[in-house]
């Protein structure tokens, strides 16, 4: 069986794509359409994500390893280097000077922020003015960039992204589930 790089690690995805029925071009295409949309979202070609995507990193931290890294002015292989040698999220955003207010992805009003309901009561809780005191977790930040990737790229509400992504399923899974179907398969594309 060939298994994705980095997609074993991201949650079980490559055995639930599999449980599924997904075959293995499923998965590699639901992936390629992920990182499509992290290349449009980051202006880059998604030649040069797929390559970002060998980092051997859960794909759904390729996009924060971009976000920190446009933010912060490093390296993305710095930030990876970092990363893989025991670095959590939460610790660079740190290192590099970011804090909660880079991250944090406006919600209407009484939205449900599903996944993200502990972070967003962290926000609420907390003057905007003081939003750089908010301390955010790795799993957070992870999500808070694949939340405005994903919103973006699919112009939806960060709500209705929010409330699909219900289910726990990874960022490349939900990616796939939002596009449709006939976006995974060989040739497909958006």
Do not use: C
């Not at 446009?70 to 610790?91: I, K």
């Not at 880079?102 to 962290?122: C, D, I, K, N, W």
């Not at 409330?163 to 398969?185: F, N, P, T």
Request: charged share 20%; hydrophobic share 45%; glycine share 12%.
């Amino acid at each position: 069986m060939h298994i994705v790089p980095g997609l074993a690690k991201s949650g079980g995805a490559l055995l639930a794509l599999l449980a599924m029925g997904a075959g293995v071009g499923q998965v590699d295409s639901g992936r390629q359409a992920y990182f499509r949309a992290v290349a449009e979202f980051f202006s880059m070609t998604p030649a040069e994500v797929s390559i970002l995507g060998e980092w051997r990193l859960p794909p759904e931290e390729v996009p924060v390893v971009l976000f920190v890294a446009r933010r912060a002015g490093v390296s993305p292989d710095a930030l990876v280097a970092l990363r893989r040698s025991g670095w959590g999220w939460a610790g660079l955003v740190e290192r590099y000077h970011l804090d909660a207010t880079h991250f944090h992805v406006p919600l209407a009003a009484g939205a449900p922020a599903g996944r993200l309901s502990t972070a967003y009561e962290r926000f609420e809780g907390t003057p905007a003015n003081r939003w750089a005191d908010v301390m955010l977790e790795d799993d957070e930040v992870v999500d808070l960039v694949n939340l405005r990737v994903v919103a973006q790229t699919l112009q939806m509400s960060p709500a209705a992204v929010l409330a699909e992504s219900a289910d726990g399923s990874s960022w490349v899974e939900l990616y796939g589930r939002l596009i449709g179907d006939h976006d995974l398969r060989p040739g497909g594309g958006r």
